[in-house]
């Protein structure tokens, strides 16, 4: 019974989310949480990403999907450690996002700072409807 209200809220938690974005289709996991915000021009995404080193840290644009992938926290020396308390583990994430039709793919900006991912995904500007003069044979 607990599973199944388990897959009932994760669905219809999805479908609200769904919605809420309006084209924004959220996939994999809740890491890194993240802000998206809309302007008349562009989309804001901010992603938190405390422990990420820059250099561990992917972004990419795939079929019209903006992925964010990396790698938290990580130790070299972790064999040489005796931690008495570790909650803090290396891991690594994947969050993906389908881009909405307006989304100008070509022109995403990012900036990383104090652990906090910043990206720009600017809006395609609306084209007029063209208008076309119609013909009639006789």
Do not use: C
């Amino acid at each position: 019974m607990a599973n199944d209200v388990q897959k009932y809220n994760e669905t219809g938690l999805e479908r609200m989310l769904d919605s809420f974005f309006d084209g924004w289709n959220v996939r994999g996991g809740k890491i890194p949480p993240v802000d998206i915000e809309e302007t008349d021009g562009e989309y804001v995404i901010k992603a938190s990403l405390p422990g990420v080193n820059e250099k561990e840290l992917e972004v990419h644009v795939d079929d019209h999907v903006l992925h964010i992938a990396g790698k938290s926290f990580s130790s070299n020396d972790e064999k040489k450690r005796h931690y008495i308390l570790r909650e803090r583990v290396s891991s690594t994430f994947d969050r993906a996002f389908t881009l909405p039709e307006e989304a100008d793919e070509e022109n995403i900006s990012a900036g990383f700072e104090k652990g906090v991912l910043t990206l720009t995904v600017p809006k395609k500007a609306k084209q007029e409807a063209k208008k076309i003069s119609v013909t009639i044979n006789k």
